[in-house]
């Protein structure tokens, strides 16, 4: 990074640059059935990867971040995968091969914003900072969208409101992230690194469809175990921040002097 912060590249260039190098490797990808091709797609996509990870911590440390640097990361981040999709399933060329394509492609999308909460939700918990109530919007539609953006949130707003109610939110926090760390670490297979190397190994293995069943089944399930343990821990950790507070906030009963 500072290599790009002394020669003035910007984040948002950085992002161009992870674009360039993630749609070279979808293109790469389109002859993944010629296994240079397949290995190109490897090393372009963990360029691409490499890059997506960069521009942010380059927008945080030149405090340059903006709207069009957000869209510019989603698009590397989000954009490149839709095109290694399509690229896929083009090659594939069957309704079968479409079908599981947009399937799987709905389930990552699902995957990774369930994901990104859980880490997100569990640094700021880390901090001993609690979740704050977001505004109400006038709009139906945004009225909707957090509606059901913010269903998992409800799940888990029961430890964020005994965070609060904390006298010593550090203390708690301190033993949830000791706790939480393996849920996360579980959930850490929903990254975009697992994703990359197993299109690489279902091409290699001559059938890219593997990938995208690969998707539904396994990664799936390990986000479904992640979710329900992760609720487990908060659930234990309430039960006993409550039990510690009663004990503390009970009275003690002093011996009767005697006359």
């Given amino acids: 990074m500072p290599w790009f912060i002394a020669r003035g590249i910007s984040a948002n260039a950085v992002s161009l640059g992870g674009l360039a190098l993630g749609t070279l490797a979808a ?3 389109a002859h993944w059935d010629v296994r240079p091709f397949a290995f190109a797609g490897l090393l372009l996509s963990i360029g691409w990867l ?3 990870g960069l521009d942010g911590m380059i927008a945080r440390a030149t405090g340059t971040a903006s709207p069009l640097g957000r869209t510019l990361d989603g698009l590397c981040d989000h954009g490149v995968f ?6 896929l399933a083009l090659s594939i060329g069957t309704a079968e091969g479409w079908a599981l394509a947009c399937t799987a492609g709905a389930a990552h999308a699902l995957q990774s914003n369930l994901y990104e909460g859980e880490r997100a939700r569990f640094h700021r918990r880390c901090k001993g900072i609690a979740a704050v109530a977001p505004i109400p919007s006038g709009n139906p539609a945004a009225r909707l969208y957090d509606l059901v953006a913010g269903t998992l949130d409800r799940f888990a707003a029961p430890f964020d409101d005994s965070l609060r109610r904390q006298n010593d939110p550090a ?3 301190d033993a949830y992230g000791a706790r939480a760390v393996g849920p996360m670490r579980l959930m850490s297979l929903l990254s975009a690194n697992v994703r990359v190397c197993t299109i690489f190994l279902a091409c290699l293995a001559g059938d890219p469809r593997l990938f995208w069943w690969f998707e539904l089944g396994p990664l799936s399930a390990i986000l479904i175990a992640g979710l329900v343990w992760h609720r487990a821990v908060e659930a234990r950790l309430i039960r006993s921040a ?6 503390h906030s009970s009275p003690t009963t002093l011996p009767t002097q005697r006359t």
């Fill in 82 to 87: 839709v095109l290694i999709y399509v690229v």
């Fill in 50 to 52: 490499i890059a997506d």
């Fill in 27 to 29: 293109l790469a990808y």
């Fill in 242 to 247: 409550g039990t510690a507070r009663e004990h």
């Fill in 171 to 173: 203390r708690l926090a």
